[in-house]
């Protein structure tokens, strides 16, 4: 789905625009068969692990970029 966001600056406009189109896929998918989810499931857990390096450096990269913030308090991770 993240590669269907439009990319923004701004984390509202992003975050609503995930939010959309989330509340749009909800509706198909309570009509999707038990089958069909669990092939939609296992694609993307197969893509999770497919990319695991990547994800974890680039988790490691936004963790370096917020260092020395307090974007890693408590009261930010909500």
Partial sequence: ???TVALSPDIDVLMNDIGRK??????PLGFASTNAKNKALNAMADAILAN????LSENA???KDVEGTDMLAPSSIA
């Fill in 22 to 27: 989330a509340k749009a896929a909800a509706r």
């Fill in 52 to 55: 695991k390096a990547r994800i």
């Fill in 61 to 63: 990269r936004d963790l």
């Fill in 1 to 3: 789905m993240l590669d």
